[in-house]
């Protein structure tokens, strides 16, 4: 690695977040991968899905090869000033409106239980009429 430690901002860092200027943050230490974009196994999506953030966990959870962590060298550039680094965020699920299984609105469902009993008793008596013997 370069003998001189240069620290870079965090918000320096996110905005070389391109196919031609990608920099990428691992293990406290930053890296212009703009020259291994095409050669990256995994394709310049992956690369450029880590940059803006601290890709430490999606570099790590690949699971790299030693000869993956040989080749960073010649691409590291400096380290990152942990104080700029914003806070992880954690997910907050939305809300979620109370689940309505067949997804019929309720005022129809309200309508129906009023409606079928009726229509029932209408049928009952509609029977019973015609099938009466005189």
Known sequence: MASEKKVLA???????????????????????????????????????????????????????????????????????DSSTVPATRTYVAPVQPTYNQDKTPEFIIKILQFLVPILILGLALVVRQYTKKE
């Open 10 to 80: 965090f918000e320096e860092v996110s905005k070389h977040n391109k196919t031609k200027d990608c920099w990428l943050i691992i293990s406290g230490k930053v890296f212009d991968v703009t020259p291994f974009m095409d050669d990256h196994p995994g394709g310049d999506e992956v690369l450029l899905s880590s940059t803006g953030k601290d890709a430490t966990n999606d570099f790590e959870d690949v699971g790299h090869s030693d000869t993956a962590r040989d080749m960073m060298e010649k691409y590291y550039i400096g380290e990152i």
